[in-house]
Structure formats: structure tokens, C-alpha cells
């Protein structure tokens, strides 16, 4: 799954859980979900900034430590082994999230990326959401 749409379901799952600790791990467990479904990936070169925008976005409206960023940051933190195999640091076969390790443990390709551009944006509204005041 695209970068920023695991993003987007780490801060929706951030807010929904409320606690940061517990969001980055969920935000972790919810890469391998994603990863299952079937979908399309970017390039690395047009990924980049839209996870770029995606973070920034989280972190302006909910701040650094929130639970919605902490949840991003683990839902994304699994494809830092894909960034570096990209970049030739590590090859393929040293990769260890059970989701990256062959073609049978990720989801298959399809050719629209708008379910996830769906998903992605109904997770930010749930994310970015202003809270209730008490
Ligand atoms: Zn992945």
C-alpha cells in the first residue's frame, strides 16, 4: 500500500485509540493489514512527497507527540527497510516485515489506486476531526 494511505489509517487509528504508544503499535500491526489487500504502489520518486504532505499535515494539526502522529509514524515505519532496499543499502531477501519478505505475503496488484485514495482520505478525516471540547 501506498506510504502516506498507511499514514493516514496509523493517525485514524492514533485517534481512534487516543494513547501514543498504543497507536504506534497499531499503526505497525495495521501496515501488515494493509499491505494485504490488494493494491498499487508508487513510484519511491512520487511517493515521497505525498507521504511528505501527509505527515506534515498530521503533525501541523495534531502536533508531534499526538497519538493520530505517533500512530502515522508506525504505520509507516515498516517500509524504512523498503526505502533502503530501494536505495540498494539492503538487498531484498534482508528484508524482515512478514509483509515485504515475497510475492505470496502481500496483496496483489491492481490497476486503480482511487480505494486507496478513498481510504486515505476518509482516515484523515477521522484523524484530523478538531476534538470536542470538555
Ligand atoms: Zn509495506
Known sequence: MMAWVHAAVGAALGR???HPTKAFGAGVASHAICDLI?????KPIQEAPL?????????WRKGLTSPETLGAIGAVSPDTENIAMHLGVIPKKAMIFPTHQGPHTHGRTVKSIAPQVALAAVCLVV????RRET
Open 16 to 18: 481512534l485509540i487516543g
Open 127 to 130: 484523524a484530523l476531526w478538531p
Open 51 to 59: 507521504l511528505a504532505l501527509a505527515l506534515g499535515l498530521i503533525v
Open 38 to 42: 490488494p493494491h498499487r504502489d508508487l
